[in-house]
């Protein structure tokens, strides 16, 4: 079993809430030290409290099965970042309500996240301006989505 997919094993162990759970594991081989990336997230969010505790409970198993071997790596255990595309469709349920930067094959969509169902999205999206504006809802394949961004706004 490949070592991403054992150390994605032992944190979906220790995610003990279903409310929680494992978006990617990322191993990188590049010189010096192996670098293991965890990325968790909630439905209601992950604290960094969350991400110590499931680091520990994953450090201390990896030390134990001496997974990695005698090598030096670093573990890090994090949420998605706002440079992470959206991965799963739990993600996309986590934000509805939000605007999303969708990259498809030919063309790239912005919208509100308005409903998430089985193999479908959809964006409500505005155009035209003034008298002339209009609110139009698209529906996505998700198998059509490259990648796909929640834009964040500061207003």
């Known amino acids: 079993m490949a070592l991403e997919d054992t150390i994605r094993q032992i944190t979906e162990a220790a995610i003990s809430d279903n409310r929680q759970f494992l978006v990617d594991v990322i191993v990188s081989a590049r010189k010096g030290p192996k670098k293991v ?21 994953l450090s201390k ?13 670093t573990l890090e255990v994090s949420t998605p970042g706002l440079d992470q595309p959206l991965k799963l469709r739990r993600q996309y349920e986590k934000n509805i309500g939000r605007k999303l ?32 504006k209009e609110i139009i809802n698209t529906e996505i394949n998700f198998s059509q989505i490259e990648k796909a961004f929640v834009l964040v706004s500061f207003k």
């Open 61 to 73: 198993k990896l030390e134990e099965d001496n997974l990695i071997g005698e090598e030096s790596y």
């Open 101 to 132: 930067k969708i990259k498809l094959a030919d063309i790239i969509q912005e919208g509100k996240l308005i409903e998430v169902k089985e193999d479908t999205l959809i964006l409500e999206q505005e155009t035209g301006t003034g008298k002339k």
């Open 37 to 57: 990336l965890v990325i968790i997230d909630g439905d209601e969010g992950v604290n960094i409290d969350d991400c110590a505790l499931i680091s520990r409970q």
